[in-house]
């Protein structure tokens, strides 16, 4: 009998089983990793998510300055009559003037603009008729809409803030729903039958309800049955998410598991008396999995995308609490913009245009979707093997 | 369906006692269809499959692609479950007389035309006689419990070694999962098992440690057979195991085969269409066309003298790599009919080219020609079943068509029949 | 590897001592029919074919050096394991290799006195990555693209190919008559046209409208032009331009100077006929068609002056010009469907019908309406070669046609290729992995190992006394049904990684009778006897002159 | 041909997936405390809403007397029957399109007039959603055009290409466009548009004497009224677009480009589009970045097919092999993956309506949850949603049939 002409290495010094198959399994990951370094956009993107990381744990330990203008109105949400007495925030008017870059300043209170838009203010804090000096990222102003008077808030320290709430959010919304997903997708697939069928058209069912539409009704309900602290709406917020998310994951586990079920490895488990279960844990789930991971990557990215969109169209997602995610941020800032894009043109009067307040949480969103889709990209071809060339 | 192999003449007399007896064995997938993709039809798959197989021998399993010989591969493994008939395991001998008779008693009423008819009585206590045997040996009645051990005893090899193996698993947990499945010892004496398994098909123990993309065709499919090998059974189906394989890779793997059935005195069930290898490795070869057996003998006979039209086209189609060799070919007309809708009488007489007026009318049925020698087709059938159907005399047509020599007779008688260890 | 300028004097040395061996009487299978196969020409000269894929893991020596001829009427087998090049050999010929990863490195294929390779060295530039073993390719799309014009008149033309796995071989979502329509308006649309020229009913009036045209031409009036060209478009059932160009370019051969450049007369006609923006277009691509295809088209011209099948050589020059008009009309989704006018699509229609009928097919009208996924396998194979069969090829190359498929239906598969290329002359490239079928059907085999041909015989002397180890080997290890005693050999080992190939011969590791040598040089290709040469140390023969 | 049975059965398919989606909003519903359902889906008599469980007494103001229209809601709906009952009763009532009122106190029933919209209060919503639908499908389709036009060849010519500057930009696309929140791309792009076009007060080239058209047909037109092209709320006290209620045109189907033409009006018509323009451009964005992406990679899937191989060993041109042979099984997964995305799609429209302040479907919704829960309208909020999801559902029952007429082997079986 003809003995194989594979390469053996030499039976080294006795190691352990379980070591040696972790060092396989290792060796495993290496592979794709080695796949995954090759890929510059991959590396950029997972670069930049590090960033976000450290940006996570910093925003944990970050504790907003003292008690200025801002901090004082940021303290009290538009709960507090805006009238009590001493409050910094009532009867703001933002009357300034400009002048262009480089030439003096005509009197105080007046701000340097670049050359041809007038409008165009550097980052200031505005507080009742004075300056209370700069800040990183100037002062956010909170649009007419969503409360009764103009507030000022600390657009850096939001920020910070933000980026706890959102990137929590994120992870949990996206591992809650893959993981009841991947759960329901391999039973609906495996099994086939009347299971695939209910849920399947479950799956159907939600995901022709437009995201958004959903979270927003889930959301609503919750808060007329009287969720309204901070955290219930933050655990209202993942939980109506989690509603919208699962379906997806369950349609990509189940094609998956329908092909793995095909399998000649599972009949071969299934004719030396494998259970269900076994078959589940030990083939189905293991092999369908990967597709999961992807997408899993490419959601983190889209969550604070869909948050944001929601809070633009209006709907106040941390209404009690100012310490809201990017998307609320960047929506406040940007609800102001159309009104003010009216006054500075229509009226020559001197106006602003605070655009720092969109501009820098729109900058974290992007970066953060941009560089988690890098990465899935950048995965995805890591561990599908037809497109390693 | 009518004629089942009786005694399998001197095929058994040698070969030891029966392991698996398969009777009337009948698979039908439903065709679902129309507006709410009720059920419009059967693919009869497998349609009155009758064979046995004996401790320690090999059985080829021939046909055509769609034949069903799949198909009956799975059921023989109750990995699917039939649609009607049985598979016993380990019938005594009174046991499989007692299904002799009765089936005998139940012959004519058995079969699509007799459904629905009233039985006689003796019939009718024959059918419950069978009943009963077939609660004691037939797979299909065993309890989920007894399911479970029997499935140590029979294992399978699949064809495509690509697919056959997990890609998330190490080789050490592929070959090991049976063991895990039966709770088969301790960890490290299944890993131990596992690397001397490895070694006996020609591994070394260091692949325990390897996924099995690392490994060629070949090599994964040595570590296929080495898994269906972990809970030592009685019994393999082989799937092919050698069709996606090179020639040279290919006789490795056949000599691991015959090696390991003297070892662990295994018997297979060797399905394959390729009729060169079933000759190689069988002693009694089983031949399929759509969905029925066609032919069934001892592998010398039957090479050596095939009766069935089918089979003779069969043997005369393999290429023979021998430029030299003169030998005119019977050339079928058309392709193999869809399962789905098989033609009338004998699924073969539409290809047929000794077709004869009856074989669109009346299913031939199996029966024994020589002893050991089992054939279903109107040009041997008595004439009692000619009889049945008017202008019965036996064609021109039949003479030359036995008679179209085959190469390779010679030798086959020369060698007389091989029998099984 | 040779360039196709100091081709010429070799083929024909090359002819001469393969004119010796050849003459033996050809394999069982062909007796009689083949015309003495010594006289029939080399029609396909392939030369050291060289083809790396480029992957992650390194470079791919698929093909190291690989060279044969083909004849007349002749079938060659390429037989060896999965993994030694022969369906790579196949693909290389016709610039095929999937690209990326693969590319044709070097090599010469000569058909017709032209070369279907050349300047394939020029078409990328590689460039080793430092610390890994990949190779970073630089492509010159503007080369390749010349490159796969000048091969695309061949492919399908003179050369046409089928392969392994029919069902997935055709298109799943067009209809069988619109796959193998295409195939024949694309080689077959000059005749097809003449045809319906010669049955318009009233042939004066077409002869009327046609000088009619080449007045208004030389006048350069286009309003007349349009006028003569719609009711001669009309008449025919061809769009204007079709017409135009088609009859311009009949002209234009027919006045058949040696001097003659269709490419210079086609800037004519572009000038001349004020011509939509999409007939410009079809014009421009073919005048780069025709610039890749001039030295192919000088040896149609040699034929004519030869006087030998002057008619063939015209009727290819005016396909070739007139297959990118009958594009502009046929080539839309179901092609026979649209763009094409009714007369061309029912004429196309029955051509279709004819040709399947010519592969054997039982009902070819229904079959011809059908979708692939309704066909077994066996008939789908009918269909790509009624589908190969529609240009009336010289050369037949077959990738494992009959792999996919039953015995019973290979047999008839094998059947209708054997009988073809004896009614048509037609030579063919066997592919395949199955000796048995090379023994049923082949005259001369070539064994691959690993990129190379070890050996290469005709059929009977090669089963009679295989030389090479691995050829060896090899015909020890198939089953073989007529001789039950036969004890199976096997080949120890498996197929060497071919980003690390062996060194020296490629099949020493397995080889029983390896040498201390063997580890060191390639062997050479030497003859032993007669036209029977063999790649190994083992023997001492004068090697092949190349 | 059984094209009609499979047709029939995704047909058939629809009505289940839309029950589903109701019982989800009814649950959501059943939910919410009982005044609420009363207020937003009963409807508001002249004298009383059904608001508040009690009202100041008829006889004397000083105390409160049980508020009879709040009783008759209350049975109407059947909240004082078992939830089975309350079910039928809420899918009775959407089936007959009788989706609820808008609430008085609602940011909807007390309107804006400085966005142009009048105070809907007491509106059934339905009708309101049918106002305000016209607008958001032609938006639609103009966006859905715009995203066929772009994706399909731009994907085709990246696989074609691969790896080469088109793959690059379409890649960078596709990128940016998964990134990129769709009210901040909508923000920037109105911003550069209006500063492009000179200021917020810019008008587009239709309107006013300055009009191509008007020119054209000097005297014998009105003139082309004139509005600010962007920043513009695109409907008038009569939920008409108020660029053109000028009051001089009627409005038979409600479609403003549509209507515009009826009445020949070419110049408001070409005037309405390219208001549309911007904003059907920025939700495609988002789409056309999903689908470059499952363009290119079924292109490459296809590219390698064996049937590819065959057409170019047959010696067809290039072209013909990618344009006829591969573009043709591609378009099959794109279609798919187009009825996919579609839901995403639709999610576009209120941030993109608001961001332009247009009065669609969209926009309706998003005024529905705005601001402070004193300013929801529940009424208003599910039934945008039952009609984005009945488009939605609808949408994808043609993509299916649509595959099934290009695919042959789904449309035989």
């Given amino acids: 009998m003809a003995s194989e002409s594979v390469t053996v290495p030499a039976p080294s010094a006795p190691t352990s089983a379980l070591r040696r198959s972790w060092i396989a399994r290792f060796s495993q990951w290496k592979r794709t990793w080695y796949f995954l370094r090759r890929n510059t956009l991959a590396m950029v993107g997972l670069g930049i998510l590090i960033l976000f990381a450290v940006a996570f744990i910093y925003g944990i330990t970050y504790s907003a300055p003292g008690t200025s203008a801002i901090e004082y109105c940021a303290s009290d949400g538009y709960q507090t009559p805006v009238t009590q007495p001493g409050n910094p925030c009532v009867n703001w008017n933002p009357t300034i003037c400009t002048y262009p870059l480089g030439s003096a300043p005509p009197g105080p209170n007046c701000y340097e603009t670049p050359t041809g838009f007038p409008n165009f203010v550097p980052p200031t804090i505005f507080a009742a008729g004075a300056t209370l000096g700069p800040l990183p990222f100037g002062s956010l102003v909170w649009p007419q809409e969503l409360s009764n008077q103009p507030f000022f808030y600390n657009t850096y320290a939001l920020l910070v803030k933000g980026t706890v709430n959102t990137l929590f959010l994120s992870v949990l919304i996206v591992a809650v729903g893959a993981s009841s997903g991947l759960a329901l997708g391999a039973l609906s697939g495996y099994f086939g039958g009347w299971v695939d069928e209910v849920v399947m058209r479950i799956t159907d069912i939600f995901l022709s309800i437009p995201s958004i539409l959903l979270v927003i009704m889930v959301i609503i309900v919750g808060e007329t049955v009287g969720l309204t602290t901070f955290d219930d709406r933050l655990w209202l917020i993942a939980a109506a998410f989690i509603v919208v998310w699962w379906p997806l994951y369950a349609r990509i586990v189940r094609s998956q598991s329908l092909v793995v079920r095909e399998q000649r490895y599972v009949e071969a488990a299934r004719a030396s008396g494998a259970g269900s279960g076994r078959i589940l844990r030990k083939h189905v789930i293991p092999n369908s999995v990967y597709p999961v991971f992807v997408q899993m990557s490419l959601d983190v990215g889209s969550i604070p995308l869909l948050l944001a969109a929601i809070a633009f169209i209006g709907f106040v997602l941390f209404p009690s609490q100012l310490v809201p995610e990017w998307g609320s941020i960047a929506a406040a800032g940007v609800a102001v913009l159309p009104s003010l894009f009216k006054q500075c043109g229509v009226s020559g009067a001197a106006c602003f245009i605070p655009w720092w307040q969109l501009l820098f949480p729109g900058l974290a969103i992007f970066f953060f979707a941009i560089s988690v889709n890098f990465f899935a990209d950048g995965l995805r071809d890591a561990l599908d093997p037809r497109l390693r060339r | 369906m009518a004629g089942t192999p009786m005694s399998e003449g001197t095929g058994s007399t040698e070969s030891g006692p029966v392991l698996l007896d398969v009777r009337n064995l009948r698979k039908y997938f439903p065709i679902r269809g129309g507006l709410f993709s009720a059920r419009i039809g059967n693919v009869r798959a497998v349609d009155g499959v009758s064979f046995r197989i004996h401790e320690g021998e090999t059985v080829g399993l021939v046909g055509e692609s769609g034949c069903g010989k799949t198909t009956v591969g799975r059921l023989l493994l109750r990995i699917i479950d039939a649609t009607s008939g049985h598979v016993f395991y380990r019938p005594t001998p009174e046991a499989s007389a007692r299904i002799e008779q009765d089936l005998r008693e139940l012959a004519p009423f058995s079969g699509p035309d007799g459904e629905g008819a009233p039985l006689p009585a003796t019939a009718q206590q024959a059918l419950e006689e069978l009943d009963g045997i077939a609660d004691e040996f037939s797979l299909y009645r065993k309890s989920r419990h007894e399911m479970r051990e029997l499935r140590a005893r029979l294992q399978v ?89 090179d020639v040279s890779v290919q006789a490795q793997v056949l000599g691991i085969l015959q090696k390991l059935q003297q070892d662990y005195r295994l ?110 087709c109107h040009l041997y059938s008595p004439p009692e079943v000619l009889g049945s159907f008017e202008g019965a005399a036996l064609p021109e047509g039949s003479m030359e068509v036995s008679g179209a020599s085959v190469p390779g007779t010679a030798t086959a008688s020369a060698a007389g029949p091989r029998l099984a260890p | 590897m040779d360039d196709s300028a100091a081709v010429a004097p070799r083929s024909v040395e090359l002819g001469s001592d393969d004119r010796s061996g050849a003459s033996e009487p050809p394999a069982v299978a062909s007796a009689g029919e083949v015309p003495a196969s010594g006289a029939s020409p080399v029609v396909l000269d392939v030369r050291n074919l060289v083809t790396y894929f480029y992957t992650y893991d390194g470079v791919v020596r698929a093909l190291e050096g690989v060279s044969f001829k083909l004849r007349r009427a002749e079938t060659l087998g390429l037989v060896g394991e999965t993994g030694c090049g022969k369906s790579v050999t196949m693909f290389s010929i016709t610039r095929l290799v999937p690209d990326p990863p693969g590319r044709v490195v070097s090599g010469t294929a000569l058909y017709r006195g032209a070369n279907l390779l050349w300047g394939i060295e020029s078409e990328a530039k590689f460039k080793p990555v430092k610390g890994t073993n990949r190779v970073k390719v630089k492509r010159s799309f503007r080369r390749v693209k010349a490159g796969q014009a000048r091969v695309g008149s061949v492919r399908g033309g003179g050369i046409a190919m089928i392969f392994q796995e029919p069902s997935q071989a055709m298109n799943p979502i067009f209809p069988i008559y619109d796959q193998v329509g295409e195939s024949i308006l694309e080689h077959r649309g000059v005749e097809l046209v003449g045809e319906l020229l010669a049955a318009h009913p009233d042939p004066a009036a077409f002869e009327a409208a046609a000088d009619e045209i080449r007045r208004a031409v030389e006048a350069g009036d286009t309003a007349a032009l349009r006028e003569a060209t719609r009711r001669l478009g009309t008449a025919v059932g061809l769009a204007s331009a079709g017409v135009q160009a088609y009859y311009l370019a009949r002209q234009e051969m027919a006045e058949g100077r040696p001097d003659y450049d269709p490419s210079a007369s086609l800037k004519r006609i572009a000038r001349r006929l004020y011509l939509s923006g999409v007939q410009r277009g079809f014009l421009r691509r073919e005048l780069q068609r025709l610039e890749a295809e001039r030295d192919l088209r000088h040896t149609y011209f040699e034929e004519m002056r030869q006087g030998r099948s002057d008619r063939i050589a015209r009727g290819r020059a005016q396909a070739r010009r007139f297959r990118a008009r009958m594009r502009e009309f046929g080539y839309r989704l179901p092609v026979v469907k649209r763009r094409v006018s009714r007369p061309l699509r029912d004429e196309l229609f029955w051509r279709v019908v004819q ?115 691995y050829t060896q080997g090899l015909l020890a290890s198939i089953p073989r049904f007529d001789q039950p005693g036969k004890e199976l050999a096997s080949i120890p080992g498996s197929v060497p990684n071919l980003i690390y190939p062996p060194s020296g011969c490629r099949y020493h590791p397995r080889c029983p009778h390896a040498m201390p040598i063997c580890k060191e040089s390639r062997p050479p290709l030497t003859v032993e006897g007669e036209n029977h040469h063999v790649a190994c140390f083992l023997y001492s023969g004068p090697t092949v002159q190349e | 041909m059984r094209m009609w049975v499979y047709v029939v059965r995704r047909a058939a398919l629809l009505v289940p997936v839309l029950i589903g989606v109701m019982t989800v909003i009814f649950v959501l519903i059943s939910a919410l405390p009982v005044q609420d359902r009363t207020c937003s889906f009963y409807h508001p008599s002249a004298h009383s809403s059904p608001c508040s469980t009690e009202v100041q007494c008829p006889g004397n103001p000083s105390q409160n007397c049980p508020n009879p229209v709040y009783e008759q809601a209350v049975n109407a709906l059947g909240l004082n029957k078992p939830i089975p009952v309350q079910w039928a009763i809420y899918m009775g009532n959407t089936l007959t399109f009788n989706w609820g009122y808008v609430a008085k106190g609602s940011a909807l029933g007390l309107g804006n007039t400085g966005s142009g919209l009048p105070g809907l209060a007491g509106q059934p919503v339905a009708g309101v959603v049918a106002n305000f639908l016209p607008y958001t499908l032609e938006l639609a389709l103009l966006s859905l055009a715009i995203i066929l036009l772009i994706a399909i060849p731009l994907g085709n010519l990246s696989a074609v290409y691969r790896n080469r500057p088109v793959d690059q930009a379409s890649r960078i696309m596709s990128f940016s466009g998964f990134a990129i929140p769709t009210f901040l791309l909508g923000v920037l792009a109105l911003g550069a548009v209006v500063f492009a076009l000179g200021g917020p007060g810019a008008q587009s080239p239709f309107c006013g004497a300055h009009s191509p058209v008007y020119l054209d047909f000097y005297g014998s037109w009105p003139t082309p009224p004139c509005a600010p092209l962007y920043g513009t709320s695109n409907i008038g006290i009569n939920q008409y677009p108020n660029w053109l209620s000028q009051g001089y045109i009627s409005s038979p189907t409600g479609f403003p480009t549509v209507d515009a033409a009826i009445h020949g009006q070419w110049a408001l018509a070409g005037d309405t589009v390219i208001r549309m323009l911007l904003p059907a451009l920025v939700i495609a964005y988002g789409t056309i970045a999903v689908l470059l992406r499952f363009v290119r990679n079924s292109m490459l899937e296809v590219m390698n097919q064996d049937y590819i191989r065959t057409a170019r060993a047959k010696g067809l041109p290039e072209s013909t092999v990618i344009r006829k042979h591969a573009g043709r099984n591609s378009l099959n997964v794109t279609i798919t993956v187009l009825g996919l995305t ?72």
Avoid at chain 2, 331 to 353: E, K, N, Q, W, Y
Avoid at chain 3, 403 to 416: G, H, K, M, S
Wanted: hydrophobic residues 45%.
């Fill in chain 2, 157 to 245: 090899v699949f064809q495509d070694p690509f697919s056959s193996l997990s890609p998330r698993l190490l080789i050490r947990d592929v070959i090991g999962e049976p063991l895990e499945i039966q709770h088969v010892g301790t960890r490290q004496e299944r890993i131990e098992r596992v690397q001397q398994l490895l070694q006996e098909v020609g591994l070394s123990p260091e692949h325990a440690w390897r996924f099995p993309h690392e490994f060629s065709g070949g090599q994964r499919q040595r570590i296929c057979i080495a898994r269906a090998l972990a809970l030592r059974p009685e019994f393999i189906v082989l799937d092919e195991p050698t069709s996606a394989l």
């Fill in chain 2, 267 to 376: 018997s297979y069930l060797f399905i394959s269409h390729h009729l060169s290898v079933v000759r190689a490795v069988s002693d009694r070869v089983v031949v399929m066309y759509l969905g029925r057996v066609v032919e069934q003998a001892l592998t010398d006979e039957l090479f050596g003298r095939p009766l069935h039209p089918y089979t003779q086209a069969l043997l005369s189609a393999i290429p023979i790599p021998d430029p030299k060799l003169h030998r005119e070919r019977i050339i079928l007309s058309g392709d193999v009919p869809s399962p789905a809708a098989p033609p009338s009488g004998c699924h073969f007489h539409t290809r047929c080219p000794a077709v004869m007026p009856i074989c669109s009318k009346v299913d031939p049925p199996l029966l024994e020609n020589r002893p050991g020698h089992w054939v279903a």
């Fill in chain 3, 355 to 469: 040709a399947l009928e010519g592969v054997q097919i039982a009902n070819p009208v229904q079959v011809a309406r059908g979708f692939p996924h309704e066909l077994s396998g066996g008939m789908l194979q009918r269909v790509m070669i009624a589908m190969a069969l529609a240009s009336d090829p010289e050369i037949l190359m077959a990738d494992e046609p009959t792999t996919a498929l039953d015995v019973t239906i290979q047999a008839q598969i094998l059947e209708l290729m054997n009988e073809l290329r004896h009614r048509r002359g037609t030579a063919i490239l066997l592919v395949t992995h199955d000796l048995a079928v090379i023994a049923e059907v082949a005259d001369r085999v070539a064994v691959m190992y690993a990129g190379q041909i070890v050996e290469m015989a005709p059929v009977k002397s090669l089963y009679a006394r295989p030389l090479h180890p």
């Fill in chain 4, 342 to 413: 579609f839901a995403g799609f639709i999610t576009g429209f209120p941030v993109i309506e608001s961001v332009f302040q247009l009065w669609g479907v969209g926009r309706l919704f998003a005024y529905s949850v705005i601001g402070s829960p004193i300013n929801w309208d529940l009424g208003v909020l599910f039934g945008t949603t039952i009609f984005f999801t009945i488009l939605v559902v609808v949408a994808n029952i043609i993509v299916d049939v649509l595959y099934a007429y290009l695919d042959p082997r789904v449309r035989l079986g």
